[in-house]
């Protein structure tokens, strides 16, 4: 044991350590060969009102520097979620948080009311989703959106409420506020950002969607900005997720300002890397003298004015070599 004090707390929720899946990459297959109890929280797939076929195929397709999905929000529907997977889930000492996904500001709202039962912990709104009653554009790619479905659901439930929100807005502290001021108990920042690939040999999109979502460590320093923007003008926690792939990745999300982090698409290529990521935030703490992880939250430090002015001089010289060795 670390000595360390790994817990963190979101809108109620109190969770033994900052790490969880993020919605979409954790499937039930892996609780045999993970110990899930460690995680802070396991998220579900985001579950819609009824089942879902999602996109054709195929659905992801490798970049450069992460992923791109079109899975198009595959659902059993939230019958099938009740039965089956709280009841899974319950037998594990974590919280559950389920993902819920609609297509109108009421169906969000019934949808969650249907959900808060015993062995949900809390709700994930993904709303980053197409909005039928908007002409497809994402509930989170507007303040007013985002703030009507928040409120609906809101009034419905008492669980705790995490709004998603998607990168794919020019605004992410305006969207964030409206969450928030809607009754959002915390914000995950962000979802996909909007992509696309083709393949140059058969002239077609590498997705079967034609566009889909691109994640991994292609998007963090994108993320990770939104969440530092957020967390100077939020009053509730930031969940930061995207590109996250290590511990020091986990560690410059929470010193931008997020509370806790959501590991997606580098679990695909390491199914237990969450638990190395958790191992490793706690050897950081230890190597820096931190006690307590949520001590880091929103810690980052800027240089002084000297300081720059001596970068400054450094750069003029060629000190930060690495861009001009480049070219770039």
């Not at 709280?86 to 169906?107: G, W």
């Not at 300002?257 to 958790?278: C, E, K, N, S």
């Amino acid at each position: 044991m670390s000595g360390i004090d790994m817990t963190v707390e979101l809108g109620g929720l109190r969770l033994k350590n900052p790490v969880m899946p993020a919605s979409g990459t954790f499937a039930e297959e892996l609780t045999h060969v993970l110990d899930i109890s460690r995680f802070g929280a396991v998220v579900t797939k985001s579950v819609t009102p009824e089942a879902r076929l999602g996109n054709p195929g195929p659905r992801v397709a490798e970049t450069a520097a992460g992923m791109i999905n079109a899975v198009g929000i595959q659902s059993k529907g939230a019958d099938a979620f009740l039965a089956h997977t709280v009841p899974f889930y319950r037998r594990f000492d974590v919280p559950l948080i389920a993902s819920i996904s609609a297509e109108t500001a009421d169906q969000f709202a019934a949808l969650a009311a249907k959900l808060s039962v015993d062995g949900v912990a809390a709700l994930e709104v993904n709303i980053s989703c197409p909005n039928l009653e908007d002409d497809g554009r994402s509930f989170a790619m507007d303040p007013g959106q985002t703030a009507r479905v928040l409120e609906k659901i809101r009034r419905v439930t008492d669980l705790p409420l995490f709004a998603k929100l998607t990168p794919n807005t020019g605004d992410i502290v305006a969207v964030a506020l409206a969450a928030e001021q809607a009754g959002a108990d915390a914000v995950v920042i962000a979802n996909t950002i909007l992509a696309m690939a083709i393949d140059v040999e058969t002239r077609r999109p590498k997705v079967g969607n034609g566009m889909g979502g691109l994640s991994g460590p292609a998007i963090k320093p994108i993320i990770v900005r939104m969440v530092y923007q957020a967390a100077r003008r939020l009053r509730v926690p930031i969940i930061g997720c995207g590109g996250i792939c290590s511990a020091e990745d986990a560690i410059e999300y929470m010193l931008a300002g997020a509370t806790a982090v959501q590991v997606g698409t580098y679990t695909f290529l390491q199914p237990a890397g969450m638990l190395d990521i958790l191992a490793g935030m706690e050897a950081y703490a230890l190597r820096h003298g931190v006690t307590r992880i949520r001590d880091l939250v929103g810690a980052v430090e800027w240089p002084t004015r000297r300081e720059q002015v001596s970068t400054n001089s450094s750069d003029r010289l060629g000190g930060g070599g690495g861009i001009m060795a480049c070219g770039v």
